[in-house]
C-alpha cells in the first residue's frame, strides 16, 4: 500500500534484529526514521518533542510506554502473539504449550499492555527450535508484515476512512490470552521425570533468554543451545559424554545435546560453549565424536555438515550466535579443506539457519580472563583463524564457491562471506557490514582487498563508515553482494541448490575457473595476500594491544548486555545539533533503485 513518507521514531529496548530489520525496510520506503533506546519515561518524551514523529513505533519493548507519549501520538507495539494473547512471555508460553500456529499483532499503546485496538495481525506456523530462532525468522517476516501494513493504514485512519477494532471486537481463531511472565520454577527441569520432547520444550522457550537455570557437575548454571540425541542413552540426568562444545545429558527417554551454559560462579558471568564453561569436567568424559564431516541423519547434534548433489558441496555451520571461535574457525577450514577433495567443481557454504557468521566469539575472548590467558591473545588468535579461513576461501582454485547467507550476518562474517567467488543472500537477511560498533575496530578478513572491486573505494569507505544495518537488496544493489533470492527460507535453500548445480554443470565453468586463477595470479603480482593480511592485521594489532582501550571496553559491554544509558548517535538524528536530518541510506529509496 503507497503511504506518504511519515516521521517514524522506533522506540525499543534494543536496536536488535526485529528493530534493524524494520528500520531498513522502512527507511527504504522513504520514511524519515529515529530510534531512541527505552531508557527512561523523560528520555523517551524527549525524543518525542526533539523529533515530532507522526507515529512511534515499538518492535521490542520490557516496560510500558507512558501515557505522556500514546495520549498525544498514535504508538504501534509489536506484539509476539496472536490477537488476544497478552504478557511479557507470549512466545515462551507458545513454545511450551505446543502451538502449532502462531503469530504477531501490531496493537496500538493504551492504558492495558497489549489490550490496545488492533491495527494489523500476521500469523505463521510454528517450527520446533528455540524461541530466538523463531524471534529472528518466523516473528520477524511476521511483524515486518503486518507492520508495513500498519503503517500503510495511517494515512486512512488519520483520515478518519479507517478504524483499528479491540481485539475483543475481533474475529480471531483460536484466540490468545493474558498469561503471566514465565519464572525459573515454571523453567525447571525435572531430569528425573521429564522425558527429551518435555526437556527440549523447556530449554527452547528459554534461549536465548533467560535460559533455563539448573546444574551441571554441582555447579548452578543456566541452559541453553538445546538438540535431541534419539539413540545414545544413560540413566536421567547422568551427563553421558562430549563432542564439540555440547556436552550430552540422559532425559528418561534419550538425551539431549547442551551446547552453552552460563556458570553462576564464574568470574566472567557469560554464556560459553559448555564444554569451555565446564572445561576440566568435560575433559574427564567420553568424547562421542562422529566418523566425519558428512551429514548425520538429524537423531543428533552436528554443528559442521557436509551434503553433496549435482556436483555440489554443501557445507553448514550451525555456531550459536554465529559467533566464531578460534577452535570453529580451524575446523570448518578442516572441513572446507576436506570438502575440495571431493568429486565436486562447486562448494555452497551455507552457515546456519539464524546466522551465517557474527565474526569473532567476542564471549570467548572475554572468558579468556578467567583463563590466565588474555583477552588481546585470544582476539588475535580468533582473528588469525578467521583470517586463514578467509585466505582458504580466497586461494581456493580448483572449483567455485558460493557463500550462501539464509541467516544474518555482522562484522568479520559479512566479509568473510565476501572471500567466496559469489555471495547470494535471503531476501530478509540483515547485514552489518562494518567493525565500528565494536570500539572502532579496524576489522581483517581481507576487507581493503575484497572491497574497493566490488563497490569502489568511496563505495568501501561508506560500508565501512556506515554504522546502521543494510538490507540484502541493498547488499546487492551497491554491488557488496552478487544476488538477493527468494526470501522464505525452503524457498531460498532450493533456489541456492539449483543455481549452484546450474554453475556446477556449465559448460563454461573451465573457463570460469581458469579466469579466477588469472585475477588471483595478477593480484597477487600487483600486491601478494600477504601484504593485505599483514596491514589489516597491523591495525587489529593496536586495536588489541594498543594504548586506546576502546574496544576492549566495548566487548566488555557487549558481552554482560550492559543497560544503554544513552541512545548511539547514528541512530538518533533528532539528538543531532541539526535536527531532523536521518542519517544517509546505503543506497537510494526502493522505488528509486528500481
Ligand atoms: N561473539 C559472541 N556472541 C555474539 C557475537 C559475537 N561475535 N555476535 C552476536 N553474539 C550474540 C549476542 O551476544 C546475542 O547473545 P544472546 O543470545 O545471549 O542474546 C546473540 O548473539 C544475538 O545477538 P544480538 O545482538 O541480539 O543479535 P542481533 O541480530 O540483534 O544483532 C549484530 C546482530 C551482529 C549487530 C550484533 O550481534 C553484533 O554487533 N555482534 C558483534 C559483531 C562483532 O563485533 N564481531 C566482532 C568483530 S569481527
Known amino acids: 500500500m503507497a503511504v506518504d ?40 518524551e524527549e525524543a518525542v518533542a526533539l523529533f515530532a514523529p507522526d507515529l512511534v513505533l515499538a518492535p521490542f519493548l520490557k516496560r510500558a510506554i507512558p501515557e505522556s507519549i500514546w ?34 499483532t501490531v496493537l496500538q499503546a493504551e492504558a492495558a499492555m497489549d489490550a490496545g485496538p488492533v491495527w494489523a495481525q500476521a500469523r505463521f506456523p510454528m517450527r520446533p527450535a528455540a524461541k530466538a530462532s523463531l524471534y529472528r525468522q518466523e516473528v520477524t517476516e511476521a511483524a515486518c508484515a503486518a507492520v508495513l501494513e500498519a503503517v500503510g493504514r495511517f494515512d486512512e485512519w488519520r483520515a478518519g476512512r479507517w ?19 514465565m519464572r525459573q520454577e515454571d523453567r525447571a527441569i525435572h531430569w528425573q521425570r521429564d522425558d527429551t520432547a518435555t526437556v527440549l520444550a523447556k530449554l527452547r522457550a528459554a534461549d536465548g533468554f533467560p535460559g533455563v537455570r539448573d546444574a551441571l557437575f554441582g555447579h548452578a548454571c543456566h541452559l541453553y543451545d538445546a538438540w535431541p540425541e534419539e539413540r545414545l542413552r544413560g540413566s536421567p540426568g547422568e551427563i553421558i559424554g562430549r563432542r564439540e562444545t555440547a556436552l550430552l545429558r540422559a532425559t528418561t527417554d534419550g538425551a539431549v545435546w547442551i551446547g552453552h551454559a552460563k ?24 568424547d562421542l565424536p562422529l566418523p566425519g564431516w558428512w551429514a548425520a541423519d538429524h537423531a543428533t547434534w552436528q554443528d559442521i555438515r557436509y551434503e553433496e548433489a549435482g556436483g555440489v558441496g554443501f557445507l553448514h555451520f550451525d555456531f550459536y550466535n554465529g559467533a566464531m571461535g578460534t577452535a570453529q574457525c580451524r575446523r570448518l577450514q578442516a572441513a572446507f579443506e576436506w570438502a575440495r577433495t571431493r568429486p565436486t567443481r562447486v562448494v555452497v557454504l551455507a552457515g546456519g539457519r539464524d546466522f ?23 582476539s588475535w588468535a580468533n582473528i588469525n583463524a578467521m583470517d586463514d579461513l578467509a585466505e582458504a576461501l580466497l586461494r581456493c582454485d580448483d572449483r567455485l564457491t558460493v557463500a550462501a547467507l539464509g541467516g544474518n550476518a555482522g ?13 547470494w543472500v535471503r531476501n530478509g537477511v540483515v547485514l552489518n557490514p562494518h567493525y565500528r560498533n565494536m570500539g572502532n575496530l579496524y576489522g581483517s578478513e581481507f576487507w581493503t582487498y575484497l572491497l574497493p572491486p566490488r563497490v ?44 549452484s548445480a546450474e554453475l556446477a554443470a556449465a559448460d563454461d565453468l573451465p573457463r570460469r575457473l581458469q579466469a579466477k586463477r588469472a585475477q588471483r595470479a595478477a593480484d597477487e603480482a600487483a600486491k601478494p595476500l600477504a601484504a593485505w593480511r599483514a596491514e589489516e592485521l597491523a591495525e587489529m594489532r593496536r586495536n588489541f594491544y594498543g594504548f586506546d582501550p576502546s574496544y576492549h571496553v566495548a566487548r566488555w559491554h557487549f558481552v554482560r548486555k550492559s543497560p544503554h544509558s544513552w541512545t548511539p548517535r547514528h541512530l538518533a538524528p533528532h539528538r543531532e545539533p541539526r535536527a531532523g536530518a536521518t542519517a544517509a541510506p546505503t543506497v537510494p529509496p526502493l522505488e528509486a533503485a528500481a
Not at 267 to 277: D, F, G, I, N, R
Open 456 to 499: 569502489g573505494a568511496d563505495g568501501a569507505r561508506r560500508i565501512m563508515r556506515n554504522r546502521l544495518p543494510m538490507l540484502a537488496r541493498e547488499a546487492v544493489a551497491c554491488g557488496f553482494y552478487d544476488a538477493c533470492l527468494a526470501g522464505e527460507p525452503v524457498a531460498f535453500r532450493v533456489d541456492v541448490a539449483r543455481r
Open 163 to 181: 478504524q483499528s477494532r479491540l481485539p475483543g471486537e475481533m474475529e480471531a481463531a483460536p484466540r490468545g490470552r493474558l498469561r503471566p511472565l
Open 411 to 423: 562484522a568479520g562474517g559479512c566479509f568473510l562471506a565476501r572471500a567466496a567467488d559469489l555471495v
Open 71 to 104: 495520549s498525544r501520538l498514535p504508538c504501534l507495539v509489536v506484539h509476539p502473539g496472536i490477537i488476544g494473547d497478552r504478557g511479557p512471555s507470549a512466545l515462551d508460553w507458545a513454545i511450551r504449550d505446543g502451538e502449532r500456529d502462531w503469530g504477531v
Open 5 to 44: 513518507p511519515m516521521r517514524i521514531l522506533i522506540l525499543t529496548h534494543s536496536f536488535n534484529s526485529l528493530a534493524q530489520r524494520l528500520h531498513s525496510e522502512l527507511r527504504l520506503r522513504g520514511h524519515e526514521l529515529a530510534v531512541e533506546l527505552d531508557i527512561a519515561d523523560s528520555v523517551a
Open 356 to 378: 551465517w557468521s557474527n565474526g569473532i566469539h567476542l564471549n570467548l575472548i572475554e572468558a579468556a580472563a578467567d583463563d590466565a590467558d588474555s583477552p588481546a591473545d585470544a
Open 263 to 286: 556458570r553462576a560462579d564464574a568470574e566472567v558471568a557469560v554464556k560459553l560453549p559448555a564444554t569451555v564453561a565446564f572445561a576440566a569436567e568435560a575433559a574427564a568424559l567420553p
